[in-house]
């Protein structure tokens, strides 16, 4: 960590910066410049959290020189983590497809949708059983019916299932049925949920905050990682920006960003991303182009009648047709589908 | 509602829209212009959120007319609404003012720093039990033993606790302490949790998502009034935005603009808008300027030694001399401290 | 045009409002609903700028039912537009690769480079002799010095020259030695300078401006078209939002999006977009298969002796090995290189 | 300036990086730590702007030291600058008050405002000549038209004249007749304009950039100062973000936070940053109280008939009463109107 104090520190100041420093066991190495005099803390800077240095009046800045984050990061573990759900590998070779409705609706329709990301070639089945909705007096889900709805298209299909917990009263439930669970994008720095989830058996995955940075995704991830839980996928997901063209602006560049700052898996959501169905199929191109490990999409057989999120649902056809170019083009950047 | 028709639109799809709207109980009025057909939906068009129009291919777009929250809005409720904290009144014609330390920290320094409010003026004390940090290695909070702490310095200063709520499991013990629930920014969207707060019977300071638009801040708002609790308190203290030079970018004009919307009182966090104890006094007057029916401020006596955002503490001091600032210019704006 | 008036609207102040509207030549169609009295305007609503209906106080909101661009737009023209470069198509089957330095900075940098882009295969050298510099105290390119080196680089290597034009006074000079004259994100919004170039005859490359929504980008095409000059290329370079891992965010959406409201080719520029060389590589793939018409990529010798963008700078043989994955990846998308 | 490298750098890669540092006439400093090698680099680190370290591939960040902006800083000038603008001092105790139409639109509702402006004790008469608009078919200002009725209104009202110049072309005809020159937001970073200002010998209105940093906007103040010209007033005009409830995101904080930085005054724009009139005055009072030296507000009599910003405009009473709310607020603060 370095400091730099203001132009006209005293002696006095100098030394309680230090003295402060040394309390919590690191080693100072001062440097007096012509306009500044910079302060090099060494040792573990993570530290120094508690100490706020730049609570002094007489430090002009902090700049911190490592990564807040540590289990998170390819620093720390060099080879990417492969996650298993239920039998299927994301992270590896394989680019990885969950598909399915926005929100649980209905049997028929569930079912219906699940034999068509089946036939399709999708790997894991996604459904929302609780729904976090914006506006109190929307569909908010149809909570444990819900889930056993999806335990059924998953005895059908075999497909592996994703869904969100929104509450850790509801874990009991969410754990019974789902191979996957998804933490929300409004709901990455929920801490206690993520501390829930850490402290479980299963695999998370993890979508971004709409208005997190990548630090604070990864510092999201550390949550559930420090509690014990290192079954972490990210998802990128859209963030929010003024332009209004699309509900989201899908910020595609953190997936080679991400592959280097750490090491776990990242699947890209181009539905929630773009919020309109003819732009999901070339975001989730250039997604895999990009290096993801998966995507996330949501098939609607009748949109105009799903309880939510209808306007972002790609038609079984329309599917189909992004399954046979994802096949194609994962070969062109050396993967497989 | 308005719907705006792609421009080939069909004699046959204009009747698939118009059949969708009237199966929801609304009357349509369509009107043919040169360029496009336009149908508006009559009635209460809260109704179509559970059938997306703008999900038919044909479709354009959807225009909403009217705002998607009801409860909150001050067509609902011309009048405003003044809170009661424990005895004092939020949204009248006295200027509000909550300070003290991010975190309950110790007893000696919390005792230290309620006296100091207490003495300059201030009316409600501030101290988080339970702190949400980005990341998992920052101090979490003292917990109920930080409730005991506030509830000790309530006995001492005679001035209400206002804390934060970050989990319905830990909501009886809060509400045992606290004379005013804090719902934090980064739960803003917890829908499960202001759905708790909804349905219990204090009153609740409802802080601004950090990439929360005003419509949202109302209909989280609306969540907690949905289920029975109108004892709202707004709360603004800054987006996030491209600029870095302060912490968030404090959005004041959302004070007059919600006074326009909604008739529960809003106040202002000039602390964490802006991240740097010398921009707090200025934004602190600015925000009165503006209309807010209070301040949210923290106060420490030793900032360098905060465990908790320290260098946006105001010093007692500073505090004190804060209060002189505030009480003159409440009086040019018409208001009284 | 639609205008939604507020709850308590007299038959008078309606009465003002369909008056104003029918003085600009358009039909009036009155709805009155439950909550609201609308009133649509039937005509070219582009009349009704110079009439802001929503200055009335009694008029609540005023929604736009058209797009505001006319000549940009491909309901105006739907099939794509082909521009010619020096012989070069843009806009067709082939993807297009515009590479160089950031700047022009001296003759044996500059033909190294541009032969390295040369014989990688790509099509257009770029460089700045006229460098945007956020500090007066940067280097400021090299100004006609430099555009004498872009004519000697493209003497040699054949390839045409994109360079950039800051001022309409240097106007005459760009346009002596360049094939296609960029517009740089700052000056999106130069309208002057939009007029200059839309009434020369040489091909534009348009920057997107980095707080610009697509609109705004639009508008600014039709600015340069409707002064004469169709001949319009868009480039998507990021745009800036709260996330400070990368350089700006770049909104690779767009270019499906623009597709569909456009008959423009769009080409991306990772470089800028991202401002780190790890992630240039990955982001040119992505952009490629989301569509876009080709990739502006910044290429160095020795970029740790880069006047400007050094960080963001590939080597000659990252550009090699870029080439290759590109042609796979094009051809998997149904297009060549 | 300060530079961290990453983790494995060799021997080798640590000496290149310091002959680099002082082939630039610096000097290093050294330190190993735990987990990094920090170099520092002790001197004038402007000049390392044209040898981009962070462009070697084993330096992981480079961190300024020092501000990047020296004319402009306090640091460089502790007492505040006070710009004369015929006659009137703007930076000085009195708070300056710019009022007038968006655009000149004709000679009767000129006079008409600028006759209120002056009644109502305001002291710069605002108006555009020539005017940016985002849309080629809205109206682009009367040019010279213009000029001379602001000329006209000057003569009549006594009120010194402020107008945007957005070409250098025309800015012989825009300085024969304004006696503060306006660079718009759009060309904040229009530096060949910057530079023709800074050229000349009248005070210039540098409004901030819709997604400009404070930082940039003080380089595009010292790219005008660089050049001689030292009479620079700043705008704060809002800022773009996610929120759309009003036009822009006022950022009133940077006015506390820029006298802190730079010696130059600094006024607010509410009109502009709100959108909406209704929110014009409330946060003129605002933006007063945080610290501001001036405000700019917009002024029609028929604001349902203004060719521009018609929304924004106060009408003639409601600024009438801006005035005397100002005058008892600026007194509160210990300002003069």
Redesign the interface.
């Known amino acids: 960590m370095?400091i730099?104090l203001k132009?006209h520190a005293t002696e006095a100041e100098i030394a309680q910066v230090i003295k402060?420093i040394e309390s919590f066991g690191l080693t100072v190495?001062l440097?007096k410049?012509?306009?500044?005099t910079?302060i090099?803390a060494?040792?573990?800077e993570?530290l120094l959290?508690?100490?706020?240095?730049?609570?002094?009046?007489f430090v002009e800045k902090v700049?911190p020189?490592?990564k807040?984050?540590k289990l998170a990061s390819r620093?720390f573990k060099p080879e990417g983590t492969v996650v298993n759900v239920d039998g299927l590998q994301v992270g590896g070779q394989r680019v990885v497809v969950m598909a399915g409705p926005c929100a649980v609706e209905g049997r028929e329709s569930l079912l219906e949708t699940a034999r068509c990301v089946k036939a399709a070639g999708g790997h894991i089945l996604r459904g929302g059983a609780y729904k976090?909705?914006?506006?109190?007096?929307?569909?908010?889900g149809l909570g444990e019916e819900g889930l056993k709805l999806l335990a059924e298209a998953k005895l059908e299909t075999g497909l592996p299932i994703v869904t969100e917990l929104?509450?850790?009263?509801e874990a009991t439930a969410v754990y019974e049925y789902a191979d996957l669970i998804q933490i929300g994008a409004?709901?990455m720095?929920?801490?206690?949920l993520l501390?829930e989830v850490g402290c479980r058996r299963k695999p998370i995955l993890l979508k971004r905050?709409?208005?997190s940075?990548?630090?604070?995704l990864l510092?999201a991830a550390?949550?559930i990682m420090?509690e014990g839980n290192y079954e972490v996928i990210l998802c990128e997901r859209g963030?929010?920006?003024?332009?209004?063209?699309?509900r989201n602006?899908?910020?595609?560049?953190?997936?080679?960003?991400i592959k280097?700052l750490s090491h776990l898996p990242i699947i890209v959501d181009p539905s929630h991303?773009?919020g309109?169905?003819?732009?999901v199929s070339?975001?989730a191109?250039?997604?895999?182009?990009?290096?993801a490990d998966g995507i996330m999409v949501e098939v609607h057989p009748r949109?105009?009648?799903?309880?939510s999120?209808?306007?972002q649902?790609l038609l079984p056809i329309m599917f189909t047709s992004l399954m046979s170019?994802l096949s194609?083009?994962a070969?062109?950047?050396g993967r497989t589908l």
Do not use: C, W
């Open positions: 370095i730099v132009p402060k190495h440097s410049g012509t306009e500044r910079i090099g060494i040792g573990d993570r959290q508690e100490g706020p240095l730049e609570a002094f009046p700049l020189v490592l807040p984050y620093e976090p909705r914006t506006s109190p007096y929307a569909f908010q929104m509450d850790p009263r409004r709901n720095q929920n801490f206690k501390k905050g709409m208005s940075t990548v630090k604070e510092l550390e949550y420090s963030i929010r920006t003024f332009e209004d063209a699309t602006t899908l910020d595609l560049s953190v997936v080679p960003l280097r991303g773009t309109k169905r003819d732009l070339p975001m191109l250039a997604a895999v182009a990009a290096g949109p105009e009648e799903a309880l999120d209808g306007p649902a170019d194609r083009l070969q062109a950047v």
